[in-house]
């Protein structure tokens, strides 16, 4: 694969968004994230990252923005996004590190937005507009006495809604999707974005 942009997402709440592989190539790639949930454009290149702000959404970013091959990694998540953003643009690499959603204020502090769907929406926009990489990693981890329908009931959701923002806003995007269960959720996400026209097999991974 040539120059691409790569978007990460990072989300860590089951009802809001929150907080790839990519082929050898002699051009920085810019990683753009955004996600939600987290279980456990164009230009010269990039990502994105849906779920970037958890547990495993920073840490992924980070080693995303150390790349030689990434110019730009886009952190999205419900809350806390930005922080990251700020926090790992600190960090000496090559790669411009951008947060997008709210932060804790704007989401229950003094600064509290009023209508938060609709900020989101337009954060989520924002972060993979133009992606050539999407990863995610958003979803809820499957925890004691949940089940595997229980599971898929939440992640299914959610990866619908992501094929949505990926199809509307980076529909070349390669994603790869790491959210339980897999054998799930990538199948929803394919179904989803051939309702919106642009599904190819070729892109898709999980």
Known sequence: MGASTVMVAVCSSVTH???SPVAPSTTRTPWCGSSIGDNGGGGEGG?????????IGQPMS?????????SHVAVFDMVGAPGVGVDLSHIDTPSKVTGH???LAEFTGDNKID??????????DEALAGCDV????AGVPRKPGMTRQ??????AKLNADFADAV??????AFVAIISNPVNSTVPIFAEQMKKNGCYDPKRVFG
């Open 17 to 19: 968004a929150r907080n």
């Open 47 to 55: 990502g994105g990252r849906v779920g970037g702000g958890g547990g």
């Open 62 to 70: 980070m080693l995303l923005s150390m790349n030689p091959q990434v």
């Open 101 to 103: 959603g709210m932060s």
């Open 115 to 124: 209508n938060q769907a609709e900020f989101q929406a337009k954060a989520m």
């Open 134 to 137: 999407v990863v995610i990693p």
């Open 150 to 155: 229980d599971l898929f009931a939440v992640n």
């Open 167 to 172: 199809a509307r806003n980076c529909p070349k």
